[in-house]
């Protein structure tokens, strides 16, 4: 696969601009005929914006976090359908940037070079909470591992040239978390497109079946590691969930604007001749702009705090990093259903017409922001502000 190398923030964000314009042209039709966007993968790949967390020694440009993020908010605000499938991609490449050897990081930053797809296999069912695993490694006789389980909303899994995958490993007579990367063609890895969620259609977040799949042992890293000091790994991999639901809230204002500018009429008591003259929708448009702009200030700050904390990475700057991209999401989380909710508000009757598919936005935004209870990131903000109490060391803050 032919990959361009992306040198700067610059280029990254101009390479964003482009293809978040160019996959919001067919959006609607993909969701509204779940057509998977696989062609628009591969042009994702050949951009280079996969690669752009690589770190620089192995080529990449190593962008800073704040870049990032608004890379993922233009991709999501033109599909975020194809902004939240390469999420896990940027996260098991930081998990290979922090616990991977050099042998191992090498060829796997080798792999995102050229414009190979890392998808994930993380969440199960049935066990008690979301961060307990039944899914394991077992030693093999050729020194590596046996790998059995299954996994559930494996968003990536299905377009991915790796599936990292999460499952414990006995260590010194304890179960610790590890992540093995599976080649998506490995004998025992099946990917099966079952997701049919109301929203995000067409990011295949479907089901792996993993059958004593083998799994070499430089394929294996110790993720346990990344949670015994000070992290960013919950606070990045939050920031790009946090991006997608402001670029769905930036999406849903655009095309409320078209909208309203080339196909509603204005209401009859405001005597305007056009929408933009009726002073109640000028306010409310108002409205809605302070909130998408509101969002996407706390998104760059919390970008900018992630980075601080991943360039000077320390307890309190760690902290600080989490609870600035937890307020981010919270408000991110609110944003995007207040617009997508108030597209239908300010557009008129003729926009809830079902071929016109205005729904997809809300539909997209409910059921993103279910991805982790925005609450529990409330609670950490305030017993940070009143008690200085830092975060928990997970991964979804």
Not at 190 to 215: I, K
Not at 267 to 280: H, I
Not at 315 to 336: G, P, W
């Amino acid at each position: 696969m032919d990959a361009a190398v992306i040198r700067s923030d610059e280029e990254a964000l101009e390479t964003a601009a482009e293809l978040g314009a160019e996959f919001a042209e067919r959006a609607a039709e993909r969701d509204a005929h779940r057509i998977l966007p696989e062609a628009e993968l591969e042009r994702l790949s050949a951009s280079g914006l996969l690669a752009i967390t690589v770190p620089n020694e192995y080529g990449g440009a190593d962008v800073r976090a704040d870049t990032l993020a608004e890379v993922f908010r233009t991709l999501a605000a033109g599909d975020p359908n194809i902004a939240q499938i390469p999420q896990s991609h940027v996260v098991y490449l930081r998990v290979l940037a922090q616990q991977g050897t050099p042998e191992q990081q090498k060829f796997f930053f080798g792999e995102a070079l050229a414009g190979k797809r890392f998808g994930n296999a993380q969440s199960e069912r049935g066990t008690r909470h979301v961060q307990e695993y039944a899914t394991r490694l077992v030693p093999d006789e050729s020194g590596g591992f046996v790998l059995t389980g299954t996994k559930y909303y494996s968003t990536g899994a299905l377009f991915a040239h790796w599936v990292p995958v999460l499952a414990q490993l006995e260590v010194d007579g304890e179960d610790r978390l590890h992540v093995a990367y599976v080649h998506r063609t490995a004998d025992g890895l099946e990917v099966v497109d079952d997701w049919n969620g109301m929203g995000q259609r067409t990011t295949a977040s479907g089901t792996v079946h993993l059958r004593d799949v083998r799994v070499p042992a430089d394929h294996v890293v110790p993720h346990h590691l990344t949670f015994t000091g000070p992290q960013v790994h919950g606070s990045t991999a939050q920031l790009l969930h946090a991006a997608i639901d402001v670029g769905i809230a930036s999406g849903a204002l655009r095309e409320a604007v078209e909208f309203v500018n080339t196909t509603s009429r204005p209401w009859f008591e405001s005597g305007a001749d056009t929408p933009g003259g009726d002073p109640l929708l000028v306010q409310r448009f108002g409205e809605l702009a302070i909130t998408e702009r509101a969002a996407r200030a706390l998104l760059a700050e919390a970008g900018r705090a992630v980075e601080h904390a991943r360039r000077d990475l320390t307890d309190a700057n760690a902290a600080r990093a989490s609870i600035a991209v937890a307020a981010a999401k919270t408000y991110a989380d609110r944003a995007a259903v207040e617009l997508t909710n108030a597209l239908f508000e300010v557009s008129g009757t003729r926009s809830a017409l079902d071929e016109l598919n205005l729904h997809r936005h809300w539909r997209n935004a409910r059921t993103h922001t279910l991805h982790d209870p925005v609450r529990w990131k409330v609670q950490h903000i305030g017993r940070h502000v009143l008690n200085g109490t830092p975060p928990p060391r997970h991964g979804v803050i």
